[in-house]
T-cell receptor
Framework: GDSVTQMEGPVTLSEEAFLTINCTYT??????LFWYVQYPGEGLQLLLKATKADDKGSNKGFEATYRKETTSFHLEKGSVQVSDSAVYFCALSDRNDYKLSFGAGTTVTVRA | DVKVTQSSRYLVKRTGEKVFLECVQDMDHENMFWYRQDPGLGLRLIYF???????EKGDIPEGYSVSREKKERFSLILESASTNQTSMYLC?????????????FGNGTRLTVT
């Protein structure tokens, strides 16, 4: 079945550092890809999404590009802030289904 | 903004108790979901519902049941709680249609079974 693999954490960075979280997927069809973020004590919220190959999702300075040839959807941010400390989840859904499959999550801590 | 409200933030129950987790959404979404979140495992789908009185099993339905009598409310039931059901439970909703619709999550219920 469809699945998502994302890099293990935890990741600890200094403010203004560059962040990359790797995500690769396995899917039989043409999935939509998502990044969700979970801030401490809260539920998950959508960070960005891409629905077809070569699409780039972006939000709050984060970007991810849907790469069909490498089955990847890596999350990047050029200059992180303390407020970006959170758990980040990569997820996919089949176009004909409304269920999401999630990766294990990556905990990111940004130090001042 | 879509609001998904889970009735309890923290619950402590004893082994063998029947446990109800309640979830309400206010945006008239057709789809509702229950996930559990465990460290290192991410989110795993327990049950979902795409319409009132409809339900489908997710990846880990054993030991759980659900009820959706009204469109806005989706309840998760642990018939006889066990210690391995200690976890964070997340409810979510989404619009009908294909997989492009994002999920909107509640803040979660942390259940401890002793």
């Amino acid at each position: 079945g469809d699945s998502v693999t994302q890099m293990e954490g935890p990741v600890t960075l200094s403010e203004e550092a560059f962040l990359t979280i790797n995500c690769t997927y396995t899917a039989t069809g043409y999935p939509s890809l998502f990044w969700y973020v979970q801030y401490p004590g809260e539920g998950l919220q959508l960070l960005l999404k891409a629905t077809k190959a070569d699409d780039k999702g972006s939000n709050k300075g984060f970007e991810a590009t849907y790469r069909k040839e490498t089955t990847s959807f890596h999350l990047e941010k050029g200059s992180v802030q303390v407020s970006d400390s959170a758990v980040y989840f990569c997820a996919l859904s089949d176009r004909n289904d409304y269920k999401l499959s999630f990766g294990a999550g990556t905990t990111v801590t940004v130090r001042a | 903004d879509v609001k998904v409200t889970q009735s309890s933030r923290y619950l402590v129950k004893r082994t063998g108790e029947k446990v109800f987790l309640e979830c309400v959404q206010d945006m008239d979404h057709e789809n509702m979901f229950w996930y559990r979140q465990d460290p290192g495992l991410g989110l795993r789908l327990i049950y979902f519902s795409y319409d009132v009185k409809m339900k489908e099993k997710g990846d880990i339905p054993e030991g759980y049941s659900v009820s959706r009598e009204k469109k806005e409310r989706f309840s998760l039931i642990l018939e006889s709680a066990s210690t391995n059901q200690t976890s964070m439970y997340l409810c979510a909703s989404s619009e009908s249609g294909t997989g492009n619709s994002p999920l909107h999550f509640g803040n979660g219920t942390r259940l401890t079974v002793t």
